[in-house]
Every structure is written in structure tokens, then in C-alpha cells.
């Protein structure tokens, strides 16, 4: 009686009271009279047809509000509306109730409420919404702050660091034999084959399969190594002779000359 129309409608009566013609009366004879009057002014005339397009609207759905606070004004309207079937009762229950928390109900593997039982469904509707508030606060409690890992950006460069190196006095002519430009010279290292040695005499230019010796002449004694350099002097001999005195006196002629 302190706020809204019934507040307004108290005042109404203290004003009544203080008026000097009704100084030492009541407004209300008795219980009854009071009863009768706030009837009148607060209980529709048709209360039951305006409960009836409440629950045949979707105005009665559950929504945000608790299943406390929408069981209270479903069962108001169900005695106001005067719905005595259980069973549409049921129906009317289920449409306004969550989502969720119906479809828990419906698809429980055993203990589900009859469908003939409203209260049935009223114990089940309140278990469901506990189990969850419960587990909710469990999982909140227990939930660790996730850290991300962020990559900081300098805003600003460094010049100094970023800026390309200036050109010396020697670059900013074209490149010469004596002033060469170290990307040209590396160029040139790069273009040049490489030399590999044979595995069996460890000669250049040619590789192991190649070889004309046909074993690995780092493995040999001396001995061995010695008798293989006297074979290959006798080759060069044979094929490059000594030439004859002849021939060294006439070059030592032709020297003199």
C-alpha cells in the first residue's frame, strides 16, 4: 500500500478520515466493507478472461525472471483463468517454461514427471534451476583468468637502425677492376665451380670412379707407396726417353750462340 495506485488510493482514504465532517468516523464499517471496496478498485470485473489472453499470449513466458518468480505468477493465473485440467495445466507450464530447463525435464533418462501431475513438474523445473545456478557458481569459482599473449609493436622505427647505408665516394662511380663492389665480388665467388679432390689419389679435377688409379693410394705402406713411384718413373721414362749425346751437344751449340 505505499507505492502505485495503492498508495495513491491509501491517501485517498487518510484524506477522507481527515476531513472535518468525518472527523471520529471510519471509512470502512468492518472487514467486509474493506474487502468489498478494494475489489472494486484493484480486481478487474473479468479477472478470468484477462488471465485466459495472458496464458493463451506468450506475456506469460518465464524469459529472464527465476522459476520461482514464474511459478508464483503461473499458478496465479491458472486460478484466475480457472484451469482445472492437469494435463492442459501441464501443456501451459511447459510452453512458458526455459528452453533449457524444459527440455532437461523431457529428455530425463529416469524419474521424468507424468505429464498428469503439474506439481510433478513444478518440483522438477525448481531442481533443474538449482543444479544449474550450483554448477554455474562451481564453474565461475573454479575458472582461471586466461592470459593472452600480445606482440608489442614499436610505434616508432629507428632511423638510424632502418636506413639504408650511403653510398661512399668509391660506389658512386661504376665498379672497376681496383674498386670493386663487394655484391660484385661475391657474385664472382659464387659463379666460380668448385674443386674437389679425388678420394683415391688426392689429385684435382677428377673424382674416385674416374681415377686412373684404381685403389686408394692413402692407404698404402711405404713400401707399397715407394715400388708404385718406381713403376711410375719407369712409365715416364718410356714414354719421355732421355735424349742422346747428339742431341745434347748440339743444344749446348745452340746455346752458345
Known sequence: MKAGRAAKWSARV???????????????????DFRDEFKREFCPVYADSVAIRQLESTAYFQKSCSVDEYLDEFQDLIMEAG??????????????????????????PSGCPSNMVPTYWYTAARTIDQNRATNE????????????????????????????????????????????????????QKMQPLLFSCYHCGKAGH?????????????????????????RLVELNAKHPEPTAEVKEQDFSHCNE
Open 137 to 188: 557458481a562451481f564453474r565461475s569459482s573454479y575458472q582461471t583468468p586466461s592470459t593472452a599473449l600480445t606482440l608489442t609493436r614499436p610505434s616508432t622505427f629507428n632511423a638510424v637502425q632502418f636506413q639504408a647505408p650511403e653510398q661512399s665516394a668509391n660506389h658512386q662511380h661504376a665498379p672497376t677492376p681496383k674498386n670493386p663492389v663487394l655484391m660484385d665480388i661475391d657474385a664472382s
Open 14 to 32: 487518510f484524506r477522507w478520515e481527515e476531513q472535518p465532517e468525518n472527523v471520529g468516523y471510519h471509512k470502512f464499517i468492518d472487514w467486509e
Open 83 to 108: 484451469y482445472s485440467d492437469p494435463k492442459t495445466i501441464v501443456v501451459k507450464f511447459r510452453q512458458g517454461l526455459d528452453t533449457q530447463i524444459q527440455n532437461a525435464i523431457a529428455t530425463m
Open 207 to 231: 673424382k674416385a670412379p674416374d681415377c686412373p688409379i684404381q685403389f686408394n693410394i692413402r692407404e698404402l705402406s711405404i713400401d707399397d707407396l715407394q715400388t708404385y713411384l718406381e713403376d
